[in-house]
């Protein structure tokens, strides 16, 4: 009779007792395998994974060293008005686009970025590019400051020399001659806008202001959505549900 040990080989004849078999398992029954289990030297092919059996609650904060890492960024190239889509999250959304063109941003109910989620937006062609949120969705950034301000309080139409505005834009008066129905100081809302003229909600999409006397004069503070100047990015960070910072070179 053999004993069966790590490296024996068998001439024919020999038998092998059941008994000598206890430490042999049918490694497809194998669960709950700890570190402790997997020698240092072993290594796991990718071949031997199913896709999608690891995903980021599977992996532990540093369970892959930054030497692992390339840093190299996923890249799409558009060149027209765009949508984004889940896979943009931590994506460069190069915008090679010769005339204007915008990039929405959906709602959460349509499109679910995680909070803290990233898009980098590239201006590489010629074309001036907006970001803007689809309704509903706030875009905050930083502000630009216009004088030139008037609305006529028979059609709720503000108009401000100087600048294109955008669905969803944010707006606030800090001074304000006539515009009964406004106020100072009050974050509003920009919608049915058409180059420099707009009607203004209380809430992102929402019904229009109704003006009940013109505006005369008023200093209009608005946050900027375009980016500044061709070969130029911003990024786009998501930090509420439905509600996103836009940082870096914009303009007004």
């Keep these: 009779m053999a004993t069966l ?15 000598d078999l206890h430490n042999l398992v049918d490694l497809a029954t194998v669960s709950n395998i700890v570190n402790a289990d997997i020698d240092d030297a072993a290594a796991i092919a ?12 599977q992996l532990a904060d540093d369970a892959v060293s930054a030497a692992k890492l390339d840093g190299v960024a996923d890249l799409a190239t558009k060149t027209a008005d765009y949508t984004l889509v889940l896979g943009d ?7 090679n686009a010769a005339t204007d063109a915008t990039v929405t941003v959906p709602t959460n109910a349509s499109v679910a970025f995680a909070t ?79 180059t420099t003229t707009f009607k203004l909600s209380a809430t992102s999409g929402g019904s229009e202001i109704d003006i009940t006397s013109n505006i005369t004069a008023a200093i209009l503070l608005a946050n900027t959505k375009r980016i500044g100047v061709q070969n130029a990015a911003v990024a786009l960070v998501k930090v509420a549900t439905d509600e996103w910072m836009l940082l870096g070179n914009l303009k007004s």
């Design 5 to 19: 040990t790590k490296g024996k080989t068998f001439t024919s004849g020999e038998t092998v007792e059941p008994l």
């Design 116 to 194: 803290g989620s990233t898009v980098i937006i590239a201006r590489r062609g010629a074309g001036e590019i907006t970001v803007a949120g689809a309704t509903g969705v706030s875009i905050r950034s930083t502000t630009s400051t216009f004088s030139s301000v008037t609305a006529d309080a028979s059609t709720n139409v503000v108009t401000v020399t100087g600048s294109a505005f955008v669905s969803g834009q944010i707006v606030r008066f800090t001074s304000l001659t006539g515009g009964a129905g406004l106020s100072t100081n009050t974050d509003y809302f920009v919608i049915s806008p058409s």
């Design 46 to 57: 990718g071949s031997k994974l199913a896709a999608g059996a690891l995903g980021t609650t």
């Design 89 to 95: 999250a931590g994506r460069v959304i190069d915008m």
